[in-house]
């Protein structure tokens, strides 16, 4: 899940607090590991009428002493965030087909017969779901945003407008039926209370349900340098040694492990209620073992990462300074949620005139926080820019090849990482 809609945002700022425990074990011991600079809501770009001081939030990562997991401390509410949510699934090119071959895969993997009762929660306009439903599953949807809710329910595919708690498991058991299987999709890291999550499994799934779950994986984003991954919206940075231990202590088991190659790196997971039928594949050792040879339940992978970001700074700074020193226009390509983690950690608004991004919904806005004007692409040819930097720098190349005209026109583009680089 990503962008809601630029003008989609209240003007009223976000509540927010900040966990004196981990939301996986309640331990208390947790060390603070990465510290990046505070940040509006990653996703409130805002329109000239809506122009007003933005609040900032902190970024700081912290990683629990007991049992490993990777957090923000501060929590920024979520009805805020997704009651709001106008982003629809469809209109993100390539995930129908991605969801297509995660149905077939997940169905073959599973042995799910035709007929049997699927659950998403998180299901947006229900792209994946009806992935499922093609394939003769029942399928039903479960999300908060009202509007998209009804929307996925006129096309055929119906949803509750609602989070997933316990106590609606227990409503859509009651007249429904246990599910065979439960999925979640890029939302589980955006989840407070992941708890009430895990009791909600324990009541819906069928004793030899499975419950799959797609997220963003910590030890690739650390390894690949995807901090630009961390934002509000991400509440958690999931790896599977502290999420094997939380399943098991609710009565679960998680039983298999995948990489998926999407957002800088993700990891499908299974549970399945302890000792249902499947057995523990070696994939999940094998997980658990590269992220203890990686340490990333410690604090030194990040204390890595803060001081290559820092020296990746310093290059850009020193770069775009003498840039400007010359009298050179330099715009920025991007906006997006990582964008603004990137840009504010960098402090790279002062060096760049205006931003350009490929998103209507995106034009014609104004950065959070900083706000500099986001502009058509064409903007990069008409108002002359001599560099762009390119903020989004894993789209570095499908970026440069949709803009060649700016560089056959002689505008030069810039790579922010993996090394600062002028191309
Ligand atoms: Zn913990």
């Not at 499947?278 to 001081?307: K, Q």
Request: aromatic share 10%.
């Amino acid at each position: 899940m990503t962008a809601p809609q630029a003008s989609s945002r209240p003007l009223v700022e976000a509540p927010i607090y900040r966990r004196k425990n981990c939301r996986l074990c309640a331990g208390k011991r947790l060390d603070l590991v990465l510290k990046l600079c505070p940040t509006p809501l990653e996703d409130d770009y805002r329109k000239a009428d809506r122009l007003a001081p933005q609040k900032s939030y902190p970024l700081d990562l912290a990683c629990c002493a007991d049992c490993g997991h990777v957090f923000l401390l501060d929590v920024v509410d979520a009805g805020k965030i997704y009651s709001e949510y106008l982003y629809v699934t469809q209109t993100s090119l390539g995930l129908g087909e991605h969801y297509d071959r995660y149905a077939a895969s997940v169905i073959g993997k599973l042995g799910l017969p035709a007929g049997c009762f699927m659950v998403e929660f998180g299901s947006n306009d229900g792209t994946m779901l009806r992935a499922f439903q093609k394939r003769g599953l029942k399928v039903l949807g479960v999300d908060p945003a009202a509007p998209i809710a009804k929307a996925a329910t006129e096309a055929g595919t119906e949803t509750v407008a609602d989070f997933f708690t316990a106590a609606l498991a227990r409503r859509i058991k009651a007249e429904r039926g246990p599910a065979a299987l439960i999925a979640a999709n890029m939302v589980f890291a955006n989840i407070d209370n992941l708890d009430d999550i895990a009791a909600a499994l324990v009541e819906l799934l069928a004793d030899d349900g499975v419950f799959v779950c797609e997220t963003g994986y910590l030890l690739d984003n650390i390894k690949n340098l995807v901090f630009d991954n961390i934002y509000h919206e991400h509440l958690a940075y999931h790896s599977v040694k502290p999420l094997a231990a939380f399943f098991a202590r609710h009565g679960l088991e998680l039983f298999d492990a995948e990489a998926v190659d999407s957002k800088g790196g993700s990891v499908r997971f299974f549970v399945q209620r302890k000792g249902a039928n499947r057995p523990v594949e070696p994939s999940v050792a094998a997980f658990i073992a590269r992220e203890d040879a990686a340490g990333i339940h410690a604090a030194a992978p990040y204390v890595e990462l803060a001081r290559k970001l820092d020296e990746t700074r310093a290059r850009l700074h020193d770069l775009l300074g003498g840039f400007k020193r010359q009298g050179k226009k330099i715009a920025g390509f991007g906006a997006s949620h990582s964008v603004t983690t990137l840009a504010h950690h960098f402090k790279l608004p002062p060096f760049l005139e205006f931003i350009v991004d490929d998103n209507p919904r995106k034009q014609d806005t104004f950065m959070p926080g900083y706000h500099i004007p986001v502009f058509h692409p064409k903007a990069l040819l008409e108002r002359k820019a001599d560099y762009a930097v390119i903020l989004p720098w894993r789209f570095s190349g499908p970026i440069r090849e949709r803009h060649a005209e700016f560089a056959r026109a002689g505008g030069r583009f810039i790579d922010v990482l993996p090394t600062v680089e002028v191309l």
